[in-house]
Nanobody
Framework: QVQLVESGGGTVQAGGSLRLSCAASRGISSINTMAWYRQAPGKQRYLVARITSGGTTNYADSVKGRFTISRDDAKNTVYLQMNSLKPEDTAVYYC?????????WGQGTQVTVSS
């Protein structure tokens, strides 16, 4: 089992940037795929980006070209660099493994993008 703590959210204007971090309570080098998910008010949580231990990445079409996921296994941390933010990116962002495991969900970090 692993505990995941997200941080780095905040309120930014459209076009701005944020960098989210996800700190794991134990080593993640043995976890093949880590991922970021988001949930907007009134909507279901869905996958935003994922990264394998080998560095292969995949992105939702809505964030492709704007978001970059990375991982630092030495620091047990996964990052999400978000650029050119849009109001529709407003959501609570969570990290988890892929596919997700329910008991791993943390509190998430709120991202609000104003127009």
């Amino acid at each position: 089992q692993v505990q995941l703590v997200e941080s780095g959210g905040g309120t930014v204007q459209a076009g701005g940037s944020l960098r989210l971090s996800c700190a794991a309570s134990r080593g993640i080098s043995s976890i093949n795929t880590m991922a970021w998910y988001r949930q907007a008010p009134g909507k279901q949580r869905y996958l935003v980006a994922r990264i394998t231990s080998g560095g292969t990445t995949n992105y939702a079409d809505s964030v492709k070209g704007r978001f970059t996921i990375s991982r630092d296994d030495a620091k047990n941390t996964v990052y999400l660099q978000m650029n050119s933010l849009k109001p529709e990116d407003t959501a609570v962002y969570y990290c988890n493994v892929y596919p997700y495991i329910n008991i791993y969900w943390g509190q998430g970090t709120q991202v609000t993008v104003s127009s």
